[in-house]
């Protein structure tokens, strides 16, 4: 499977949280938009920014197949990279 790779950051106090978000390559930048918020929300932040200034399209690429399982159960994946925690 294919995905887009979505490159986003967040402000979170004095700190920026860095995190990917993984879709099939078809999903729209609105559905992209929903399921940052919809993790954002899963760490109790649900009143951050999330637009075109912290979320953009980086590349695609073939996803592993836990990333493939976790896209086909949840439409998104999420990969953690710097202060998610």
Not at 22 to 35: D, F, Q, S
């Amino acid at each position: 499977m294919k995905v887009s790779v979505y490159d986003t950051y967040v402000p979170k106090g004095n700190l920026q949280m860095h995190f990917d978000i993984l879709v099939e390559e078809h999903i729209t930048i609105k559905e992209v938009y929903k399921y940052g918020r919809k993790y954002l929300e899963s760490k109790g932040l649900k009143n951050l920014e999330l637009s075109t200034n912290e979320c953009k399209f980086c590349h695609i690429e073939i996803a592993p197949q836990n990333i493939q399982d976790e896209i086909k159960n949840e439409g998104y994946s999420i990969i953690e990279l710097e202060n998610c925690n």
